[in-house]
């Protein structure tokens, strides 16, 4: 039975929670960990309405009240907190033995769970061990490691999976969203997503989709001004006196993603590239210096973002630099 049909990707997910809900034999608590934008709000809500729908060809079936009620998260039984005091957890607790209200299981699901402090995930232990017959746990989280060993070992931990850019591509272009963008476009927002179909949903939108080009446009006449240094280098340097510091870091953070490119161009010149849709482009950026210099500016640009964040002077950091 496919659970998991409407989940783009993530193979792994689909195999092992798809098969423990469709033979009734899922656990009581789940932690689902990746990146932002990879899913895990969908697998949760797709698991909390396959184990609630009581559909004969498939679960979800996606046409029943219950269905329909839950992926719309409009359903009672199925709830999001961003709890992350113990106070917050100790109030969720006292609702867990209240009887549902429409389905035959409770799903309470934790957004963000890493941001979790010590006493509110030991006030979710105990439940977690015990948890009412007819509740499941998922703990969403970017990093499994922030939650306490004791927390991790009473959960299955899953991991949703970055996508692959044809992936992401396919799946906006077959969906009709962001239609008015050209694919050159939504090219250049997939490369900088990370893998990340919710980035990309997120910045499709015109106006978004032309801050972030704006970025990486910015980021590559820095970079070419960085590996070109002279005359017109400075002045470009000069113009980003004017960037506040949060668009600095973002324009140097994908100056790394860039250099990144380079660097392992210089070994491999078949690489996947995350920055550069154009491998022309970036070989013959790549051609402007040696490996030694490229890793030597990789490091110079992680010390200027450090610096930016500590406070220190925009310009100044940037001068340093070239
Ligand atoms: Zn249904």
Partial sequence: MEIFGSLIGNENIKRSLGSEIA??????AYIIEGKKGTGKHTVARLAAAAIMCHGKEKVPCGECDTCRKILSDNCADVKFFDAFKVDEVRKIKETLYETSTECDYKVYIFNDAQKM?????NALLISLEEPPENVVFFLLCTDANALLETV????????TEPLDKKTIFEYVRSSGIASELSDERLNEIILCSGGSLGYVLDMASPQNANALIEK???ALKLATALLSPGAEGYSFISSLSSLSREDTVETLLSVLTLLRDLIVLKKDR????CFFASRDEALSLSSKANLKKLTSFYDATERAINDVNSNASVMSTLVSLL
Avoid: M, P, T, W
Wanted: proline letters at 0%.
């Fill in 216 to 218: 990486r446009q910015r």
């Fill in 152 to 159: 991790r070992s009473r959960a299955q931990i899953l991991r």
């Fill in 117 to 121: 402090n010590v006493k509110a995930q």
């Fill in 270 to 273: 078949g690489a996947n590239l």
């Fill in 23 to 28: 033979s009734s034999k899922f656990l009581h």
